[in-house]
């Protein structure tokens, strides 16, 4: 029998609460999205002023970061043309994402989640989720 540690509804608010903050601060409106272990999403906000075509790209990043346990921007560093993973992002009907925003929440080295960002530049995005992350540290302890 397995034993799952997941991200519960209380952790996805911590998340969403420190990528909002940060986005509030650079001053770009973002999807945010926190998915469970297995890539189901768990909770999600489209802040006033975020992308429509976001809400689905976010999900899918965070989608992508939990199910696969890595970063999107790792899959942007190998989906070119002559690599031998070029084409990841027509897998599982289109939902690998290899932009970057999406990042695994890893507790005591397990993926127990994933957070996807969009609506701004995939380095904004990334600084997003980088700061759910942080504040779900801070306040996990």
Do not use: W
Not at 11 to 37: H, Q, S, Y
Not at 66 to 94: C, M, Q, R
Not at 105 to 118: A, C, L, M, N, Y
């Amino acid at each position: 029998m397995l034993t799952i540690k997941r991200l519960d509804l209380a952790d996805a608010r911590i998340l969403i609460e420190g990528a909002a903050e940060k986005a509030r601060e650079i001053g770009v409106p973002m999807c945010i999205a926190i998915v469970d272990e297995s890539g189901n999403l768990i909770a999600f906000e489209r802040m006033d002023g975020g992308k429509i075509t976001s809400v689905t790209i976010a999900q899918d990043k965070a989608f992508t970061a939990a199910a696969a346990k890595k970063a999107t921007h790792d899959y942007n560093k190998v989906n070119v043309p002559g690599s031998l993973a070029f084409g990841i992002h027509t897998e599982v009907g289109g939902r690998i994402s290899s932009v970057g925003g999406g990042l695994p929440v890893i507790v005591d080295g397990e993926v127990v989640g994933g957070i996807g960002i969009s609506s701004g530049t995939p380095q904004q995005d990334m600084d997003c989720a980088q700061a759910g992350l942080d504040h779900f540290e801070t306040k996990r302890g």
